[in-house]
Structure formats: C-alpha cells, structure tokens
C-alpha cells in the first residue's frame, strides 16, 4: 500500500523536480526531503502545508491518499491534474500537542494585543499563547534571527488589495530602522498597524497605506510612532 513517502516522491516526480530543488523551494535541506522519501521523517504543520502547495496536491492526498481530483474536460485518458490556484493554499493540520519538526521553529501570534507601559517605554504583549510555526532554513536564509519573530493580524481595508482584512504578517522585531518604502509593523496612536513608512526631513516619518484611494498619506513626529519591525511574509486570505 502506498504511504505518505511514496506520494511525496511520486508527486515531486510528476513536477519534474529533483530533491535538491524541491529542498531550495520549501527552503528546507536536502537532506530533509531525503528523509521524508524514505519514511525516516513525516513533513508536518506549515511544512506539510507548503510541500502540498508546491507540489499541486492536497495535505488530505499526501497525508492519505485522497485522489485527486480531475477537471471535467480530463476524459481523455489523460494523467489526472491536482485542482490548484496560486492564490489557494494548503491548510495546516498541527496542534498544539503536535511536536515540532527538527528544522521547524514556533513564533508569538500576536492574535490579541494589549498594550503596557512600563519605566516610560511601550511596549506590545500578546494576551494569548498563540504560536505560528516557520521552517529554520526560512530565517537562516534571510538572515533573521528566529528570537526576533513576531506573527500579527492585519485589520482593515488601508493595505487592500496587497494584504485583506484578515492577513497575517511575520515581522522581524531586529529591523526597526526605517528603510524607504519598506513594510513595518508599527504602534501609532495607541494602536497596531502595517504601514510603508519614509523618513522625511525634520526627524519625521510618512506613514502611507497601499490603499491611497481611501487613506492619505500621514506625516507625523518620528517620535510618536514605535516601530515594531520589518514585515518579511505575509499570508493573504482572499474572500
């Protein structure tokens, strides 16, 4: 009976990849997808979720091999083709009590925020035990420290159609120097934003929605905003 590893294989196989690229693009190592071929490792979590996306397949066929679906126009003998979009994505199956992968890290979500302060200094909290899980090789190739990581929800209409109501972003809490046209997680006026922020003259900052359609550009004292850091990942969720 075939088992998870043999669906890996056959479907990386069926994308005309080799272990070493299939490896590059999940940004794990070969050696990982060698030892999910071979049955020494399952993929899990956001991993799982990311293989099954990059190899046009569902978690539920690599997991348990539901068959995969064919368009109707298939009937002519033709190899079945996994339903796929480049806007949909797998969805994790992990708890909680699921462990984590050797090359899987788990960073704060950020999914309710309250706001301390503290020997004259804000700072952001989440009230939850909220975790979102990321690959090691992620951070390494970005040169992010995993320590620095913080997931939080985007709310709102400024930043459509880039990121909806309802988005995550991964933001690195040891960028917080203010690059032009850059994405920043921010604290402004008592509340938390992703904004593209410029240094303008004066020791002043433009914060700049990607909807301008609706929102204005902000000019304000730097001084007022808390930078939280540089946003590196997003994750849209399209209605």
């Excluded at 984590?100 to 925020?113: H, T």
Aim: contains cysteine; charged residues 25%; aromatic residues 6%.
């Amino acid at each position: 009976m075939e088992n998870i590893s043999a669906r890996i294989t056959r479907a990386r196989l069926a994308k005309g990849l080799n272990q070493s690229q299939l490896a590059r693009d999940l940004g794990v190592s070969p050696q990982a997808v060698q030892n999910w071929e071979t049955g020494k490792a399952n993929p899990k979590g956001e991993r799982l979720s990311s293989l099954a996306t990059i190899l046009g397949v569902s978690v539920d066929h690599l997991v348990s091999g539901v068959p995969l679906k064919m368009w109707p126009s298939e009937v002519d003998g033709t190899a079945p083709e996994a339903l796929s979009h480049p806007d949909m994505q797998g969805i994790s199956v992990w708890d909680d009590q699921t462990p984590l992968d050797e090359d899987e890290i788990e960073v704060p979500f950020l999914k309710e925020v309250e706001l301390s302060a503290g020997s004259g200094k804000i700072s952001v909290e989440s009230s939850s035990r909220a975790k979102l899980r990321f690959g090691k090789y992620t951070f390494m190739r970005l040169g992010i420290q995993p320590a620095n990581v913080v997931c939080m929800p985007v709310k709102g209409n400024s930043m459509e159609p880039l990121l909806s109501d309802g988005s995550t972003v991964a933001v690195d809490t040891g960028a917080t120097t203010v690059v032009d046209g850059k994405m920043y997680g921010i604290l402004y006026e008592d509340m938390l934003r992703v904004k593209i922020l410029y240094r303008i003259s004066g020791s002043r900052l433009r914060i700049r929605s990607f909807n301008r359609d609706e929102y204005e550009d902000e000019e304000v004292d730097a001084s007022s905003v808390k930078v939280i850091g540089r946003v590196f990942q997003s994750s849209t969720i399209f209605m």
